[in-house]
C-alpha cells in the first residue's frame, strides 16, 4: 500500500511562493521509476493536471502554470516537490500529488493553497 503525503500549502499574497511536498511511504514504490505529477482541484472544478517529471526527468507543465511553477524531486527521500512563483488567485485549490499519466493510487488528502490579499 503506499500513501502520499503532501504538504507545505497555505495563505500567501498574490506574487508570492509557496514550496509543496510529496512524500511516497510504502514498499516498492519509487518515484524515481515513475512519472509523477502535481494535480490541483479547484472548488466546483475537476482536478487537473498542472505538472509532471517524467521517469528519466523530463518535466512538463500546463499552460497555466508554465514559467511560474517547477517540479522536481529528490530519489533518496523518495519526494516530489512542487515550486510555485508568481502566484495568482486563480492558483487557489488543493494540490495533490499521483502517478501519471493515469493517476493509480490512492489519493492523498492533499494540501490546501490559498492566494489572496
Known amino acids: 500500500q503506499v500513501q502520499l503525503v503532501e504538504s507545505g500549502g497555505g495563505l500567501v499574497q498574490p506574487g508570492g511562493s509557496l514550496s509543496l511536498s510529496c512524500t511516497a511511504a510504502?514498499?516498492?514504490?519509487?518515484?524515481?521509476?515513475?512519472?509523477m505529477g502535481w494535480y490541483r482541484q479547484a472548488p466546483g472544478k475537476q482536478r487537473e493536471l498542472v505538472a509532471f517529471i517524467a521517469r528519466f526527468g523530463s518535466t512538463n507543465y500546463a499552460d497555466s502554470v508554465k514559467g511560474r511553477f517547477t517540479i522536481s524531486r529528490d530519489n533518496a527521500k523518495n519526494t516530489v516537490y512542487l515550486q510555485m512563483n508568481s502566484l495568482k488567485p486563480e492558483d487557489t485549490a488543493v494540490y495533490y500529488c499521483n502517478i501519471v499519466p493515469v493517476p493509480q493510487l490512492n489519493w492523498g488528502q492533499g494540501t490546501q493553497v490559498t492566494v489572496s490579499s
Open positions: 510504502g514498499t516498492s514504490f519509487s518515484v524515481s521509476v515513475n512519472g
